[in-house]
């Protein structure tokens, strides 16, 4: 149908560019943040963007219904200050007939976040958690910078001096925490250290030359104290790391469903069912809320339909820490959807009733 394609077209495109625009600025602002740490050398430059790529899923999780919802807003709003909704309504085609034509897009849309629920925001949230867990244990020269102290897992890492090629180091200081309880903690100072490479070890190596290594107890009163004119140290990479996430956001679903038994899990798991289907109360939602006087303009309740939308985002956030918590059930993910609906819909009826009076009003003053 030619009007199906035309209103497809219009809220896709208009999709396409708020979910963009709305990308953009989250992103732009998370960005800014990493720089900043690595600034500080406690990340390595060159990860920045994998670890934006890995977060973007887990992002448009919740940029994609809003950017949706604005779309209709702008699309069905534009209908009306442009007076082709009134030519659909004199043509007997009314604004529910058009949402309807809108359904088998809205799917195509769910199925779209679905995808990204199920299966590509908890992948990202993996990777991620790989990526920043391995940059965390690897070796702190890689990210040491002249006369600044380095954090990198377990080291605390300064050196005063730098070559261009990172591979001679002056007034070395190390410090790395003991690895288990009962175990003491290793500082070790020297004058100069060289990185090198050892065939068939996995690890980063240098080898320090005049200083001192100390082994202090914590909350003991001892330790011990020897010097060296060389002394090779062996610090663990990212190779050796490995990864194996807790957290319930970045299990594969079919995992989560197995536990679902538990409540965190639960939560989580029917958090990815019904969030999709938010996308069908944003239709229901903006054909509600969209409807405007041509002089009004079309931005003019874009932005309490906005606040009306974002506050369904927020209750089932809300609710997903209270499931986990168990102090409610899986059953009010699915009330506040149908809330809501019912809610567009008695709306969208009272501004048919409303409507109706006025023109029986002016008939009988006529």
Do not use: C
Not at 106 to 113: G, K, N, P
Not at 230 to 246: G, M, P, T, V
Request: zero cysteines; a positive charge.
């Amino acid at each position: 149908m030619i009007i199906r394609r035309y209103l497809v077209k219009q809220v896709v495109s208009t999709s396409v560019v708020v979910v963009a625009l709305l990308t953009l600025i989250m992103m732009g602002g998370r960005l800014i943040k990493y720089f900043g740490v690595a600034a500080q050398g406690r990340l390595d430059v060159s990860i920045l963007f994998s670890i934006i790529g890995y977060r973007l899923p887990e992002f448009l999780t919740l940029i994609l219904p809003l950017g949706f919802f604005i779309a209709l807003m702008l699309v069905f709003g534009r209908l009306y200050v442009d007076h082709e909704m009134a030519v659909f309504n004199s043509s007997g085609v009314s604004r529910n007939q058009l949402a309807k034509l809108l359904v088998p897009m809205t799917v195509a849309f769910v199925v779209i976040q679905a995808f990204l629920m199920f299966w590509a925001a908890p992948w990202g949230v993996r990777k991620y958690e790989e990526l920043t867990s391995t940059q965390a244990i690897r070796s702190g020269f890689d990210l040491v910078r002249p006369k600044e102290f380095i954090s990198s897992g377990p080291y605390t890492i300064y050196a005063g001096d730098l070559s261009e090629d990172r591979k001679k180091l002056k007034d070395i200081f190390v410090y790395q925490r003991g690895k288990t309880e009962g175990k003491p903690d290793v500082l070790i100072m020297a004058k100069e250290a060289e990185r090198i490479d050892v065939p068939g070890d996995n690890a980063s190596v240098v080898d320090l030359t005049e200083g001192r290594r100390y082994e202090i107890f914590l909350g003991q009163p001892k330790y011990s104290h020897i010097e060296f004119e060389s002394y090779r140290l062996r610090l663990e990479n990212n190779k050796e790391a490995q990864f194996d996430s807790e957290q319930v956001d970045a299990l594969p679903t079919l995992q989560l469903w197995q536990n679902r038994e538990d409540p965190v899990v639960a939560s989580e798991l029917w958090w990815r069912v019904f969030v999709p289907l938010t996308l069908f109360v944003a239709l229901f939602l903006a054909v509600a809320l969209s409807e405007v006087n041509p002089r009004q303009g079309r931005y003019l309740k874009l932005f309490p339909a906005l606040l009306i939308f974002a506050s369904l985002i927020v209750v089932l956030m809300a609710l997903k820490t209270r499931i986990t918590k168990e102090e409610i059930g899986i059953w009010a993910y699915p009330a506040v959807l149908i809330a809501y609906s019912i809610f567009a819909a008695l709306f969208s009826r009272k501004q048919k009733l409303t409507a109706k009076f006025k023109n029986t009003t002016k008939q009988v003053r006529s």
